[in-house]
T-cell receptor
Framework: KQEVTQIPAALSVPEGENLVLNCSFTDSAIYNLQWFRQDPGKGLTSLLLIQSSQREQTSGRLNASLDKSSGRSTLYIAASQPGDSATYLCAVTTGANSKLTFGKGITLSVRP | GAGVSQSPSNKVTEKGKDVELRCDPISGHTALYWYRQSLGQGLEFLIYFQGNSAPDKSGLPSDRFSAERTGGSVSTLTIQRTQQEDSAVYLC?????????????FGNGTRLTVT
């Protein structure tokens, strides 16, 4: 059974800091990995999707990397801003037609 | 364009009553998921519809839960004889097609409170 872990559960940083959010998964035979952002009372917004054959994806100040063999992914946020405050979740799917398995998320607070 | 729409946004019901939650996916999206998010918990998979294939119902927690997807578009999640432990946010998501590397698009969810 695939399990996804995100540690720590919460993180508080000052504005401007570069930071890394970690995600680990137990079954390395994944199809893809996605990072999502969730704002309070809202649904999830997809940030980046990394296919199993890829090593990283970038969008603006965000960069996500994937190391399948070690079962790890990181989300790098450059020059953090208060508007980046949200919960960040990673999720993996183990097949083309499989459901996503989510971690519990990391709640990020960026202090002005 | 329009995103995934869920209704109602909030639902308060008495224990023992039945509820129906509705999801309108993005037009043309053939894959549709239901997830449940409880306070302090991660997203719990409930059911997955993929085109015309039989749905993956492996996440439904009990036989009080059922879901339909009519005409490959709108989906309804029904909870019969609701219990207090059913209180959660129910999230629906869709993606362009099954078997693809298309990202999931989520609705804002229905917050269900069972009193």
């Amino acid at each position: 059974k695939q399990e996804v872990t995100q540690i720590p559960a919460a993180l508080s940083v000052p504005e401007g800091e570069n930071l890394v959010l970690n995600c680990s998964f137990t079954d390395s035979a994944i199809y893809n990995l996605q990072w999502f952002r969730q704002d309070p009372g809202k649904g999830l917004t997809s940030l980046l999707l990394i296919q199993s054959s890829q090593r990283e994806q970038t969008s603006g100040r965000l960069n996500a990397s994937l190391d399948k063999s070690s079962g790890r992914s990181t989300l790098y946020i450059a020059a953090s801003q208060p508007g980046d405050s949200a919960t960040y979740l990673c999720a993996v799917t183990t097949g083309a037609n499989s459901k996503l398995t989510f971690g519990k998320g990391i709640t990020l607070s960026v202090r002005p | 364009g329009a995103g995934v729409s869920q209704s109602p946004s909030n639902k308060v019901t008495e224990k023992g009553k039945d509820v129906e939650l509705r999801c309108d996916p993005i037009s043309g999206h053939t894959a549709l998921y239901w997830y449940r998010q409880s306070l302090g918990q991660g997203l719990e998979f409930l059911i997955y519809f993929q085109g015309n294939s039989a749905p993956d119902k492996s996440g439904l927690p009990s036989d009080r839960f059922s879901a339909e997807r009519t005409g490959g578009s709108v989906s309804t999640l029904t909870i019969q004889r609701t219990q207090q432990e059913d209180s959660a946010v129910y999230l629906c998501a869709s993606s362009r097609r099954e078997g693809s590397n298309s990202p999931l698009h989520f609705g804002n969810g229905t917050r269900l409170t069972v009193t």
